[in-house]
């Protein structure tokens, strides 16, 4: 049996951020179930950074995490991860609210036709978020883990968790393939499946609740779409934003309660993401060149779980990132890494009350 001072299950955005954070100090091993690590949520997301998202709390993270996102310092990264595109918070009456402190303007008549050529009528009013960016998703999870291995990180991919046990003072994860490692401090950070680790340690769960959300690449008869801005509603029943010259990413915002598995699309979804986008603008459907599904994860309140779970000792869970693991990585990895290790935060979070994020709100 191997020993450690940490094991990370799940080797996602969230366990591979926060890996990063800790290894320089601590010996840390990532296991993940699957042959690579970003097979997941990590590896389907709509690869935005969008600063009003998820309400004030979440948005706190999220502003927290630009300037690392925007110029990581070079040992992490030689370039940014951020490319600027914009929000269209689009309402058909009123006018979409942001949480306080992101930067918007109200925008309507000839300024939203030409931002949003082809706009139907009904679409009166929209809110201009500047600041939305694409994050390059890819890049930054693999500069995550490789910035976990230079620290001395140690990654196990094909290594599913079966069963955990805590005795004397650690625990002990028995894995699918017959291994087995220890460590005093075991972390949650197994996305959709969250509770099921937690189950499989004895732990009891929170209600971490996986839920589907479809991705639709449409080819369409308009061109000059690759720098169009993040287009969303603000009953949120769709966005779409620009990929190539002639195709956007379209999702109709759903939000499928499911058991966490393999997630993938279904017709009725696909079909309406397109119905949807039909009544926004008037730009001729060609065809679907991909589809795809993964699954957001949120905990009762809809907020992320850092913390010990007081029920369990050395149980760190670090889960529930919904639709935001990706913009908020930066922040709450290091957030996560200062509860966990009980070090002073760094500068960039000090403003951020970890106690928000705990386990214990839901004891
Ligand atoms: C369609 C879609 C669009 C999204 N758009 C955005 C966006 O624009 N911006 C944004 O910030 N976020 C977005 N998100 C959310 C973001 O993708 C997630 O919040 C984030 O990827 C969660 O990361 P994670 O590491 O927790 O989960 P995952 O990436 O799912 O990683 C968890 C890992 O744990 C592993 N695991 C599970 N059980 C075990 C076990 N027993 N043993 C070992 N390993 C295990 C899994 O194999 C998996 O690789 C989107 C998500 C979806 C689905």
Known sequence: MSDFDIVIVGGGIAGASLGAELADARTTLIIEAEEHCGYHSTGRS????????????VAQLTAASRDFLQAPPPAFADRGFLCTRGALHLSREGWAELPHGVGSRRVEGAELERLLPGIRESWRHAVLEPGCADIDVAALHAA?????????GTVATDSRLRAGSWSGDRWTATLENGAAVSAPVLVNAAGAWADSVAEACGVPPLGIAPKRRTMVQLRVGRSGLRDLPLVDDSDGTFYFKGETDRSIWLSPHDEIATDPCDAAPEEIDVATAIDRFEQVVDWPIERVERTWAGLRSFAPDRLPVYGFDSRAPGFFWCAGQGGFGIQTAPAAAALAA?????????????????????PARFA
């Open 338 to 358: 200062s509860v966990l290790t009980g070090e002073r935060p760094d500068d960039f979070i000090a403003h951020i009350d970890p106690a928000v994020f705990s």
């Open 46 to 57: 709509a690869a935005f950074w969008l600063e009003s998202y998820g309400g004030h709390t």
């Open 144 to 152: 995550y883990l490789k910035r976990f291995r230079q620290l001395g």
